[in-house]
């Protein structure tokens, strides 16, 4: 698979194409028809399949009050790449990029760049500044034909990347992974704490995250070290408010596991969401409610998961 990091810097891409847009964070279920689209029809007209996203993401760009990403970027690489997509071209989303109108994008791009002959989008597709482009705005163009993908719902619920997000704000993290390719997860670097969990007999991994996101309580996880070695536990993300925190911290109490693993990356999968954060009276109170999270968790695993 090909990957072109930069378009702008791209004159041609030397072939016809048949061509999908979005930003596909998380590849839920209306993402996968779009994609399967592009390649059902690539193979039949026998040209390239192209997507092209964005890097950063237009909502991260803006910093949109809540937003946070269901996928990395190169998770969704890896989902392309294995379905058969011949080339992803990553758009870096940027102030001047947000002011090309409809009419450039779909001249200079479209039909200048990647020499789309079949475009496959969504109906309720907006493209262009202030989102001008939309379906009636393809359908009128004779240069490439434009294919609809129909809305995929749950019952009559839209499916889409911002209510899958809206879930997981709101603690449904069972149903928002039922819609995902794969679990919603964080990564990062595990640093140095301050030691409170050994203190309560759970020391935890502490990882460093880029930035606060909008939840929090206590989760049952799956956790990938360095990529490779895997381990299940209990996940909190808040403020430590028995301690009077300030500051949002992601840690992991991982079971039966005590090797040193300051520095190295880990992946946090989350699985379901246990409980809210408690401001406990005492450490004695926070440990018996520990106790109970723990048990719940390996109950969990066992009976739904059979692990």
Excluded: W
Aim: net charge positive; proline share 2%.
């Amino acid at each position: 698979m090909k990957i072109i990091d930069d378009l702008l810097k791209l004159d041609s891409l030397g072939s016809k194409s048949v061509v999908t847009i979005g930003n596909f964070d998380g590849i839920h279920a209306g993402h996968r028809e779009l994609v399967k689209g592009t390649l059902s029809l690539s193979d039949k007209v026998n040209i390239s399949s192209v997507v092209l996203t964005f890097e950063p993401l237009p909502e991260e760009f803006f910093k949109r009050k809540g937003f946070f990403k269901l996928m990395a970027i190169t998770d969704k690489l890896d989902y392309f790449r294995e379905v058969g997509i011949d080339t992803v071209i990553k758009i870096p989303f940027t102030r001047e990029f947000s002011q090309i109108t409809a009419s450039m994008f779909i001249n200079d791009i479209l039909i200048g760049k990647l020499q789309t002959q079949h475009l496959i989008v969504g109906k309720d597709f907006k493209f262009g500044r202030n989102r001008e482009g939309n379906y009636d705005t393809l359908m009128k163009e004779k240069k490439f034909e434009t294919n609809i993908v129909s809305i995929v719902k749950d019952y009559d619920e839209k499916i889409s990347s911002s209510m899958i997000r809206k879930l997981i704000v709101d603690g449904d993290i069972e149903k928002a992974n039922s819609y995902l390719i794969n679990k919603f997860s964080m990564d990062g670097h595990i640093v140095h704490g301050e030691k409170l969990g050994r203190k309560l007999g759970y020391p935890t991994a502490n990882i460093e995250i880029c930035k606060s996101f909008p939840i929090s309580g206590i989760f049952l996880v799956k956790v990938v070290i360095q990529g490779t070695q895997e381990k299940f536990g209990l996940a909190s993300i808040g403020n430590k408010p028995t301690f009077s925190g300030k500051k949002d911290l992601l840690e992991v109490f991982i079971f039966n596991f005590d090797s040193e693993i300051y520095g190295k990356k880990i992946r946090v999968y989350f699985y379901e969401k246990l409980r809210n954060q408690i401001k406990f009276d005492s450490e004695d109170d926070l440990i018996k409610q520990m106790d109970n999270d723990s048990a719940n968790a390996k109950k969990i695993l066992k009976t739904k998961y059979g692990l």
